[in-house]
């Protein structure tokens, strides 16, 4: 291993604050986009498996993820107008 790059992706959004990897090889992302949360699952290689968006009436920004288990996720954040902590859970 000398660090060189493997590949390198680019995904819509404001910008991705969290990666982990998951269960199926792959990696999953948060980050905010537009007003609401998104998370990516990417597989070994950076493809996009599928993009989740979740709305927010507060405007937060998603700030950590971790993988579950069960292959759900777990997100925390913060809300826009306050220091409101968020955790959002999926399936």
């Known amino acids: ?4 790059v493997q590949w390198s992706r680019e995904y819509d959004g404001r910008s991705l604050r969290s990666l982990v990897s998951n269960n199926h090889g792959g990696y ?3 980050g905010p986009i537009d007003t609401n949360w998104q998370v990516l699952q990417l597989s070994g290689i950076g493809n996009l498996r599928w993009r989740r968006v979740y709305e927010f009436e507060n405007q937060g920004t998603p700030l ?3 993988s579950m288990d069960d292959d759900g996720y777990v997100l925390v954040g913060y809300g ?3 220091p409101h902590p968020t955790v959002l859970r999926t399936d």
């Open 1 to 4: 291993m000398d660090g060189e």
């Open 28 to 30: 999953a992302a948060c």
């Open 64 to 66: 950590g993820l971790a």
């Open 80 to 82: 826009e107008y306050g």
